[in-house]
């Protein structure tokens, strides 16, 4: 059997043959940023440094995870190094600061109607308000520049609008929000909000089939 491979925060996710997943058909933006660093440092420092991050992200990942599932920070940071316990801290305190209640998290959906593939960080909703929303955490580098934080933003929201459309079609409700909360091992933190995903839905669709197009799909 053939596999689809898409990344989470670091983690690697196959899903079934015949659907590509939500992370491949937004890797179609490729940042001029992430060009850049190709082009100055070369594939092989790039390399190396992608695995650090993607190392990294891992660990927090599972820390977010274990703290919405038990709701103890300590469990949630325990074994994780300063900086992995820094990064935790500030998507934990925003999680209180908005009473995030989770719905949905972490398991594999599929749409059959469109043939792609994906795994949200969380689906719930957010200050008490009943609209669900998609909640996507990122620990990736803080952007060179202006320019390249807007493409970053736009890849979040085509990404978070492709996780929408799945669980949309799976439960038949609606998810009309979405945040990104990015926390880096550089002490960063920054919070993206995505109020209407109408529009990127749509354009998640159309990536979706240039994709189908270019892999023939």
């Given at each position: 059997m053939e596999w689809?491979?898409?990344?989470?925060?670091?983690?690697?996710?196959?899903?079934r043959d015949n659907f590509v997943s939500v992370t491949e058909v937004t890797g179609l933006i490729i940042s001029k940023g992430l060009l850049y660093g190709y082009g100055s440092l070369g594939t092989t420092e790039m390399e190396r440094r992608k695995a650090i991050s993607q190392t990294f992200g891992?660990?927090?990942?599972?820390?977010?995870?274990?703290?919405?599932?038990?709701?103890?920070?300590?469990?949630a940071s325990e074994g994780l190094n300063n900086q992995q316990v820094s990064a935790l801290s500030k998507l934990t305190d925003w999680c209180f600061k908005h009473d995030v209640q989770?719905?949905?998290?972490?398991?594999?959906?599929?749409?059959?109607?469109?043939?792609?593939?994906?795994?949200?960080?969380?689906?719930?909703?957010?200050?008490g308000k009943d609209g669900l929303a998609v909640i996507d955490w990122k620990t990736d580098s803080t952007p060179r520049s202006k320019a390249d934080d807007l493409e970053r933003s736009f890849k979040y929201q085509l990404q978070n609008a492709g996780?929408?459309?799945?669980?949309e079609e799976n439960f038949k409700?609606?998810?009309?929000?979405?945040?990104t909360i990015r926390s880096d091992k550089d002490g960063k933190f920054r919070?993206?909000?995505?109020?209407?995903?109408?529009?990127?839905?749509?354009?998640?669709?159309?990536?979706?089939?240039?994709?189908?197009?270019?892999?023939g799909k």
């Open positions: 689809e491979w898409g990344v989470l925060m670091g983690r690697p996710k196959r899903y891992h660990k927090v990942h599972e820390g977010i995870e274990k703290f919405l599932t038990t709701g103890s920070f300590d469990e989770v719905e949905f998290s972490e398991e594999p959906l599929y749409s059959e109607e469109h043939g792609f593939a994906g795994t949200p960080d969380v689906i719930g909703t957010l200050d996780y929408a459309i799945l669980y409700k609606q998810v009309n929000l979405a945040w919070v993206y909000e995505y109020p209407d995903l109408k529009e990127a839905k749509r354009m998640f669709l159309n990536l979706l089939e240039i994709h189908k197009s270019i892999k």
